[in-house]
């Protein structure tokens, strides 16, 4: 699979533009309290990052950071954003156009969503400016951003929204950002999936 | 002025819930250093907070803390929540159905977003779940949230949103903040607007 | 019992100096989501607290804000300033002297510590800066600090630094806040008690 | 010069262990808002991180992160552990013997140094536990721990910690970590010196 996972159609996604993360990391960042370093990931390693999960203590798993572009819905990114430990810089409504693209869950949506992007090109057309004309737009536009976040806050993310009370949209997103963190840190993730999912 | 302030209109507003804020506060947070502490204002303490304000030590203006409630428009919740150093609860537009309440700057705006709020009805009496029918709804329409900040992110907040390169409408908000931060810390206040408005 | 609490001795101390704090505001803040309101506590809203605690959803406790001082041994405020999601203002070293006010477990540790102190006061006499001069005192000698904290950090804090793996000074500590915790909040501490003292 | 750099003297030093940093990170974090991306670094993209430093757009920055390894007294951890958008793990004096390593300007403090050290290995033999004894050990110990960090708190860090009012020793360090800022990020560096070495 690339770095790059389409999320809820063939426009959405999620893409790992770069990542500083490895479960060596996580150890090595936590045997700093005792002075020692490993050089490669041990049957001990992978029992500390247990004992660290288990216990709560989550400080050695911000060490790692994922950097992703995502293209999403209104209504999930306003969902996301929620989540504080982490940066964030999206296309701006204020200074660049939309383009015609929405998630449709089906055709009904999809009408509507034309119908309210005609709207928003006729304002544009009458001198209205971006980020007034904007506001007819439904919340299933799709916008991109940028969002680097650390190991735990991830886990923290994906913990609550790839659970079943998260709306499906968020879930799918999650999910996604979770392949790319089991990829880069599976011995992580295991201790994560064997936590009940619960971040440190 | 009580402790409601009306901003776009007569729906939306900034509620002055409760706060523990002084400039009184300020000064004996700081004065911590030197384990000295003061009463009542002097005009040493004065002095003090426009050198703490000048010199960036920004750490005794969080001792301050504010609490509102806010209705505002969506488009305007998502600039505002970019503000990560404040704790937000908001209205849920998936459980609860969301009032035929918006932003409407003309009478163009007014018949769209009644009529994409009636869309919004259809889909709902049609069975479809309120997390997804929203969907239709445009950034106008109006949502509430608690927001918790102290002083130091306050006036961040004001120093960037309050500036003419912000979006009109959470200019409008951030005059109503700054209402209520000047009446209860007005030699902060002053001290801030003598700083050029840049937070410390 | 007062607002200031001894602990480890009769210098050192936690005071509670302000607070923004009661179980019925948890309920308010969590009920913006319904957009309702509760003006006393409800037997629902004891069943409401208990729901957040469990399921984990912290941010309705984060409107919740209290404001101590502490004076502690220099060892345990190096543990206590790790928890970041707090203000903090501190006495300083380099500009106040410090006072000849020790934690000392046993009369070895006293001995230890006056003879540390006439080595610091000589440094001084003999023209040293301060904040080059308390180098030579342990980490036993007492500051004073303003902490500044919300509900819900506050819960990680005890969680954390009440358990038995904590060093038991700061467990004092910890104690000290969570008895000011349990005053303000009873139900949301009773809560945070029955969900094995995990924080939300 | 390599990554890792002396400090104060042969034994405490500043190590870059990893980072993922760029100017033209910066540039396409910012570029996000117009739904564009540079490929390598032109004179337009050095203007606009000028005036995003200028304006205190400070979001792009946060993208780049530099991940070191410190080793320093405790006084001046106890400074630096007051920047509170990072990461940490630190050397445990709970768990681990102090090693006989410390900060000592000149003779006298030197054989204080040697004397505090010699009480503490003294209470070790006498059976007392590591994170009792310690607390005889001055603030010139030295330990070490990981210091994660984003660009903007970077630079945050360096605009505080080296003016000449911070302390000497902490000077010193920040030196060493505006160095190896200088190496990765030359643009975005010298648009930071060029703002009078104000953070965004």
Redesign the interface.
Known sequence: MSNLVHVLDDTSYVELL???ASDL?VVN??R????KKSLEMTPRDVKLIDFLMRE?HG??F??C?F?F?VKA???T??QW??H??A??????????EFEPEF?S?DE??RQ?NEK?YQ?YLD?LAAGEPK??A???????IYT???F?V?ARSLMNFI??RSGETA?SAIQEYSKALEHHFRVMMPVTWAAFDRNNRKAP
Not at 32 to 35: D, G, L
């Open positions: 770069d990542a500083m990391k960042a936590a700093v309290s005792y002075k709560g400080s050695p911000e060490h950071v950097q572009e819905p209104l209504f990114v306003r954003q929620r504080r430990i940066s964030y810089n999206e296309q701006s409504g204020r200074w660049t998630y869950p009904k949506y509507w309210s709207e304002r980020e007034r904007r506001m007819v737009l439904g919340t299933g991109s951003f940028w680097t650390n913990s609550l709306q």
